[in-house]
């Protein structure tokens, strides 16, 4: 695995999670080890994501929207079992 292999890999990776067992995210992580300059790219990245996940956690979910797409999937469902009725029927 080369540099511009292991920066796809790794921007798959999600510390605190099982991800580092995975064979070709752990190869990355040893290539990034002895990298500095994967290993500053990597650092680079990782920062970007801490604030964009800080930022995602600043947007206020709208009063009553998991209700709303709920609903949303029940009629959605029940559109798709009515059509489903009425080719069998027909058939």
């Known amino acids: 695995m080369n540099s511009a292999e292991a920066r796809e890999v790794l921007l798959l990776y999600r510390p605190g999670t099982a991800d580092a067992a995975d064979p070709q995210i752990a190869e990355a992580l040893e290539l990034m080890a002895r990298d500095a300059e994967l290993k500053r790219w990597f650092e ?34 029940r559109t798709a079992q009515d059509t489903a009725r009425r080719v069998k029927t027909s058939a």
Not at 47 to 72: D, H, Y
């Open 44 to 77: 680079q990245h990782r920062a970007f994501q801490k604030v964009m996940r800080a930022k995602f956690r600043q947007i206020e979910v709208p009063a009553g929207l998991k209700a709303s797409l709920l609903n949303r999937r029940r009629r959605s469902r």
